[in-house]
Every structure is written in structure tokens, then in C-alpha cells.
């Protein structure tokens, strides 16, 4: 595995924002890997997820532009009816391209851009959430050498996404939403230090 992860990307659908609230409040301010949210939102959503996210988390949430630069200890969140990528020159992109999986933004979409981007260099994390949305873009960020995660749906209030995804065999850890914040707090410290991750 990896001692150079690069990117912490997270996706959610019913249930998702009560985790991302406990996963942010979680991480401490000087946790420096940026993070990148893909939660479906209603296509009128005007901001206020990236709002109410903002008031769980330590560091700046941002809702980008299109190429806007990614930048270390922001999280960012897709804007409501736009699919958003990463791009090889660490910078983000927005589509309106057709929905995946019936959503837009899809989180199969940012994990696969991020999977192409940073290959192992990525941590993927999937959420609480009523589809399998996730489930493939889990699958290239495993095939590419990046970390997966899954929440333990039994900790979630919807589990159809994350257990999808555990069924689909992509999936590298299971852990309750608690857990999430404090392993990836543990990844980014053995990076700091050097260390080699387990």
C-alpha cells in the first residue's frame, strides 16, 4: 500500500450528510489531505450543503469552480446538478454531462476521475446511501491501488450503498462512521512520519 496518499474522496446519499458531519468534526485542523464530497443533492440545492457542511468541520469548505486548484486541509463538495472530477493537474472539473447511476453529481464519476488522476494515491470512502452508486468507482480506485473504505451499514441509516459495495468485493475496510475520522487520521499522520501504512 501506498505511503503517499494524495486525496481523501467521499461519497453519500440518504443518510450521507449525518456522517460526513461526524467524519469532518472529527478530523483536526492541521489534517492536510484535501477532501472531496460527492453527496446527492435535490438539483435546486442553492450552497446550503456546503453551509451546513461547514459548521461540522474544521477546515474550509468550498463548493468549486470549474478548474479550481485543489488545495491541501480544503474539503471540497460538488455543486448540485454537476458532476465534478479531478483532473491530472490537481485541479477540478465540473460536468454537466448525462446523470450516472441516476444522479448528478455521481460519486462513480469523482471516484474514477480521482482513480485516473492519482491512481494509488487515493483514499475512497463510501457512505450511507440508497443506490450502488459508488460501487464502481470503488472497484478502479482498489484496481489502481488506492485504499477503499466502506461504513458499517450497520451504522448507517440507509446501508443499501455501502453493503452494495461490500457485496461487489471492493471494498478494503469496513468501519463504523466513528472509525472512519480516526483511521484517516492515523493515515495521515504515518505520512507525515514517513512510516509505512498498514
Known amino acids: 500500500m501506498t505511503?503517499?496518499?494524495?486525496?481523501?474522496?467521499?461519497?453519500?446519499s440518504a443518510g450521507g450528510f449525518e456522517a460526513l458531519r461526524v467524519?469532518?468534526?472529527?478530523?483536526?485542523?492541521?489534517f492536510a489531505l484535501p477532501v472531496l464530497v460527492v453527496q446527492h443533492l435535490h438539483a435546486s440545492d442553492d450552497?446550503?450543503?456546503?453551509?451546513?457542511?461547514?459548521?461540522a468541520a474544521r477546515h474550509p469548505?468550498?463548493?468549486?469552480c470549474d478548474k479550481a486548484r485543489i488545495e491541501q486541509g480544503c474539503v471540497y463538495t460538488a455543486p448540485a446538478n454537476y458532476?465534478?472530477?479531478?483532473e491530472r493537474d490537481s485541479t477540478i472539473a465540473l460536468s454537466i454531462d448525462d446523470r450516472v447511476n441516476w444522479s448528478r453529481p455521481s460519486i462513480d464519476v469523482l471516484f474514477e476521475s480521482a482513480a485516473r488522476a492519482w491512481?494509488?494515491?487515493?483514499?475512497?470512502?463510501i457512505l450511507s446511501g440508497a443506490s450502488d452508486d459508488g460501487t464502481r468507482?470503488?472497484?478502479?480506485?482498489?484496481?489502481?491501488?488506492g485504499l477503499t473504505v466502506a461504513q458499517d451499514p450497520a451504522s448507517a441509516s440507509t446501508p443499501f450503498m455501502p453493503q452494495a459495495a461490500i457485496d461487489a468485493g471492493v471494498v478494503d475496510e469496513v468501519?463504523?462512521?466513528?472509525e472512519i475520522g480516526q483511521r484517516l487520521i492515523q493515515l495521515e499522520k504515518k505520512i507525515k512520519n514517513g512510516g509505512v501504512l498498514e
Open 3 to 12: 505511503s503517499a496518499f494524495r486525496v481523501v474522496v467521499i461519497g453519500g
Open 23 to 30: 467524519i469532518l468534526s472529527a478530523l483536526p485542523g492541521d
Open 47 to 55: 450552497g446550503s450543503f456546503a453551509r451546513h457542511l461547514a459548521c
Open 61 to 64: 469548505v468550498v463548493e468549486p
Open 83 to 86: 458532476h465534478m472530477l479531478v
Open 119 to 125: 491512481g494509488n494515491g487515493v483514499i475512497a470512502v
Open 137 to 145: 468507482g470503488l472497484r478502479t480506485v482498489r484496481e489502481a491501488g
Open 175 to 178: 468501519l463504523g462512521v466513528e
